[in-house]
């Protein structure tokens, strides 16, 4: 049947199989790609480049095995692994709609795995579908998209406003080229904990249900990995707070991860948090601002994690931390360095936030304009 000439009344009388063919990705080892101009598609993002691809761009992927069910989109040719379910074939169906319709579908219901999770096309191809035709498809794919492109188009912003704010602290505080290549004579070295409150994490435990779900942010180190932190891992109590080693750490602390696959990520927190015992925050004196700290720390970070320890896990800890030699300019100087890149930081922390209200945004339209809750027929995009 030909979906894209179906009737209103029709339009729930399908499932996922009569809108798209999926098909297994292709193997290749992390040894086999060879860095070409291909992505390499995995289940949750690309992992990789190779010079040769298998599918043409538009095109879909989904994660089959390990990272189940989530949607990519690649505008461009690129290589489907074999961890992925790609869109073979659209049937007439616009691709950028495909990509919405298939990240609005709930797929880790359909995990057919034991030890690693995954998803068995059988088990999935017969998901009904609610069927849009195509001129609705566009006008649903152009509202998702147009949100998508400004979250894209923030992202690139502070990625080149993070640059200038480097940049910056490099002419300043490493090459030193408003003082002709040499460091002043009266700067000084010395240790974090001399300027800064360091505070290693904790975690209530979860054996007291009375400890979680409360109104205080708490996160894990995984959040780390993330460009600013502006939403919390999960919410504990007072209780939780006051009974475990968790500490309550105030907006614009630095934060390190100092153990496992995270071991060395640095960010900065938006938003009041606590933080588990694999986190250090780093809260500098009213002395030291922060947009001196954060990139002297990311720029020196490889030093300060030579020091870790340990066997099959590897960590530093907070004495480390403290004990980590750092530049001390003088505080006038200091103080004409953060009212030179302060509004720097300012917008990248608007944009973030504006990122996070439009993915919520997009993330309530999504599942009301599939169903047809919204309806967008008169709507001249």
Avoid at 13 to 41: E, F, H
Avoid at 208 to 213: A, L
Avoid at 363 to 377: A, F, H, I, R, Y
Wanted: net charge positive; aromatic share 10%.
């Amino acid at each position: 049947m030909k979906y894209n000439n179906l009737i209103l009344k029709d339009r729930s009388n399908c499932v996922l199989s009569d809108i798209v063919v999926l098909q297994r990705g292709y193997d290749l080892t992390k040894k086999q790609m060879n860095g070409g101009a291909y992505p390499v598609a995995g289940s949750n993002g690309i992992i990789g480049y190779h010079d040769a691809y298998t599918t043409k761009g538009i095109g879909v992927t989904i994660g089959r095995s390990g990272n189940i069910g989530n949607a990519f989109l690649y505008k461009k040719n690129f290589w489907a692994h074999n961890t992925t379910l790609f869109v073979k074939d659209f049937k007439s169906n616009h691709p950028l709609f495909i990509y919405y319709l298939l990240k609005s579908i709930n797929f880790k219901q359909f995990n057919s795995g034991s030890a690693v999770p995954s998803l068995n096309r059988n088990h999935i191809n017969n998901i009904p579908i609610i069927y849009h035709d195509v001129p609705t498809q566009k006008k649903i794919a152009s509202i998702l998209s147009a949100l998508d492109d400004k979250i894209e188009l923030n992202n690139k912003i502070n990625k080149n406003l993070e640059e200038m704010a480097q940049a910056i602290f490099k002419s300043w505080f490493v090459d030193f080229e408003p003082w002709g290549g040499e460091m002043p004579d009266d700067w000084e070295f010395g240790t974090l904990g001399d300027i800064c409150n360091c505070k290693l994490g904790g975690t209530p435990s979860r054996n007291k249900k009375e400890f979680w779900g409360g109104e205080i942010s708490w996160i894990n180190s995984g959040k780390v990995n993330e460009f600013r932190i502006i939403e919390d891992s999960e919410k504990i109590t007072e209780l939780g707070l006051q009974k475990s080693s968790t500490k309550l750490l105030p907006k614009k602390t630095i934060v390190i991860a100092i153990t496992g696959a995270t071991l060395g990520q640095i960010s900065l927190l938006e938003i009041q948090s606590c933080a588990n015992q694999s986190v250090v925050g780093i809260i500098p004196n009213k002395n030291i601002p922060y947009e001196y700290i954060f990139p002297y720390l990311k720029t020196n970070i490889n030093q300060l994690t030579s020091h870790q320890t340990g066997g099959a896990q590897q960590h530093i800890n907070k004495q480390n931390i403290e004990n980590f030699n750092i530049l001390v300019p003088e505080k006038e100087i200091l103080h004409k360095y953060q009212k030179t890149v302060s509004s720097i930081y300012n917008k990248i922390t608007i944009n973030c936030f504006e990122n996070k209200n439009l993915t919520n945004l997009r993330d309530t339209l999504l599942p009301k304009l599939m169903s047809g809750e919204l309806d967008v027929s008169n709507l001249d995009i």
